[in-house]
């Protein structure tokens, strides 16, 4: 599955990015989808899940109440909309496929597929 995301950008702190990741594989409906992020310098980090129907979404402390990840299958695409943006969301932000069961994909392990990753910058 090819990923692809969009939608960074520079954004002063307090505003709002929605992220995109498409694809033009059918295949991709049967996959849960997470965003994960990379600030400068450290390791990436989760950030949120969705499963294949877009009923049940899981996400981490540090974003919770500010960024919502949806999916459209009809339109084969995943979102994340983040709002009330901080310096520290900076980060270069990727969408991945997992083919784990939900006790992995909610919790950022079991991701096969990538994306080539879309950067977040969020200026004080």
């Known amino acids: 599955v090819q990923l692809q995301a969009s939608g960074g950008g520079l954004v002063q702190t307090g505003g709002s990015l929605r992220l995109s990741c498409t694809t033009s594989?059918?295949?991709?409906?049967?996959?849960?989808m997470g965003w994960f992020r990379q600030p400068p310098g450290k390791e990436r980090e989760f950030v949120a899940a969705?499963?294949?129907?877009?009923?049940?979404?899981y996400d981490t402390d540090s974003i919770r109440g500010r960024f919502t990840i949806s999916r459209d299958n009809s339109k084969n695409t995943v979102y994340l909309q983040m709002n009330d943006l901080k310096p520290e969301d900076s980060a270069l932000y990727y969408c991945?496929?997992?083919?784990?069961?939900?006790?992995?994909?909610?919790?950022?392990?079991?991701?096969?597929?990538w994306g080539q990753g879309t950067l977040v910058t969020v200026s004080s």
């Open positions: 594989e059918l295949s991709y409906r049967r996959y849960p």
């Open positions: 991945a496929a997992s083919t784990g069961p939900l006790s992995s994909y909610s919790r950022g392990q079991g991701y096969v597929y």
């Open positions: 969705i499963d294949r129907t877009g009923r049940y979404t």
